[in-house]
């Protein structure tokens, strides 16, 4: 028989192989539960202010302001295309586009109360998993209830008369992008539903509402132009689906999403070197590849699963969201180095805290993002700045 004392050494050893197997190739999951507790030690302060503040919140649903200029109802959502202004040859006409300026005069009070309502839930719930203290989820589930639930100020669930143009068109699929606000709202009920925190009827008619949201940004005119876009516009289409399937379990919306990011998204807008051409050939090429670089590592952190990890996805050229984060964190910590043009408008209200830094950092071990992550703005307060970062709450999503 084996002696005790060997016998153990025995069992340790067996029981040390067995951990590195199951980190073993997929080692990041370990350095993402180490670095959870540095995270959550580092925003639960910010976290918890800015919820308190928010207890005083009421709702605000878009059935609070409406525009006449608007094709649709009190319950539709509404907004008019940022960079399109009066023609200066023709007053009273069509509005004519200039890329880049936005036109303070455009209605977007909807637009506001959707990223009012953005930054009041995910902050309240991310207060409710650092603190377990339920005055946090009640206030949220009032707010989510205002939008999805309650006849009287529930929104309608499409974006049919989004980003319309005055004497050109009632809404395009470009629109579809005001919703990316709804992506860290509906990784809230997540959070929710994990801690059972809501009800289920209230539960149910939320996951219905996104649904029949999903169903239209995937069949309707407006939905399959945004789906087919080739620049950001398609990211952030992908990112909605890739959020709202994995809500409602739509298994084959979710299997769509990772075949468009791997045979799309990935070979035809990022170039060898991690640049994105389609964004720096805009009049904004600095925020834009910080936004789509964001959205797409936002794509690869929602479709990653126990059956696969988009992070480490890619294509046989070596081009991966990888490539990507390593050719844009140079600019990042030191601006004066970007190579392209200057934006024109808000150039110096960015970088902020980028949401691909914290997933790099955890994702590949990469301190050095972490760091900068950690120096950077979390709360921008200029609203174009707010409209570009779409996920604020990071303790929302680290599980």
């Known amino acids: 028989m084996i002696g005790k004392k060997y016998f153990n050494k025995y069992l340790k050893n067996i029981c040390i192989t067995a951990i590195l197997v199951l980190v073993g190739s997929n080692f990041s999951i370990a350095r993402e539960l180490i670095s959870r507790k540095l ?5 639960k302060s910010r976290v918890i202010k800015a919820a308190n503040l928010n207890l005083n919140e009421k709702p605000v649903t878009i059935t609070s302001a409406y525009s006449s200029r608007s094709a649709g109802g009190r319950h539709d959502f509404f907004s008019e295309g940022d960079y399109w202004w009066p023609d200066p040859s023709n007053p009273n006409g069509p509005y004519i586009r200039k890329d880049g300026e936005t036109n303070p005069e455009n209605f977007v009070e909807h637009r506001r109360a959707l990223i009012r309502f953005s930054k009041i839930v995910p902050t309240l719930i991310a207060a409710f998993k650092l603190t377990h203290q339920s005055k946090y989820s009640v206030k949220a589930i009032e707010h989510l209830k205002a939008w999805f639930v309650n006849e009287e100020t529930r929104m309608n669930p ?10 050109v068109t009632t809404g ?3 629109g579809i992008i005001d919703a990316i606000h709804f992506v860290e ?3 809230s009920i997540i959070v929710l539903e994990k801690y059972k925190q809501i009800s289920r009827s209230d539960l149910k008619e939320i996951k219905n509402w996104f649904n029949d949201f999903l169903n239209w940004m995937n069949t309707s005119k407006n939905g399959i132009e945004e789906r087919d876009a080739k620049n950001n516009h398609g990211t952030c289409w992908v990112m909605q689906a890739a959020e709202y399937a994995r809500f409602v379990s739509d298994e084959k919306m979710i ?3 990772k075949e468009k990011y791997k045979k799309e998204l990935l070979p035809n807008q990022m170039a060898l070197d991690g640049s994105f051409p389609l964004e720096t ?3 904004k090429p600095y925020s834009y590849s910080l936004f789509n670089l964001d959205v797409m590592t936002i794509v690869c952190r929602i479709l990653t699963d126990e059956k696969e990890n988009l992070m480490n996805y890619s294509l046989p050229d070596g081009r991966s969201i990888k490539t990507a984060m390593e050719f844009m964190f140079p600019f990042v910590a030191d601006k004066s180095k970007w190579k392209f043009n200057a934006d024109v408008m808000y150039y110096d209200l960015f970088p902020n805290r980028q949401p691909f830094l914290l997933f790099g950092a955890l994702y590949f071990n990469k301190s050095q993002y972490f760091e900068l992550w950690k120096k950077l703005e979390p709360d ?5 700045v707010i409209r570009n ?4 709450q990071p303790v929302l999503w680290i599980d």
């Open 158 to 167: 499409n974006l049919q008369y989004a980003q319309a143009i005055k004497g």
């Open 389 to 392: 970062f779409p996920i604020r």
């Open 380 to 384: 921008p307060t200029n609203e174009e």
């Open 172 to 174: 395009r699929g470009v």
């Open 255 to 257: 299997q769509f999403c």
């Open 185 to 187: 709202i509906v990784q």
């Open 281 to 283: 050939a805009r009049t």
């Open 39 to 43: 995270l959550f030690q580092i925003e």
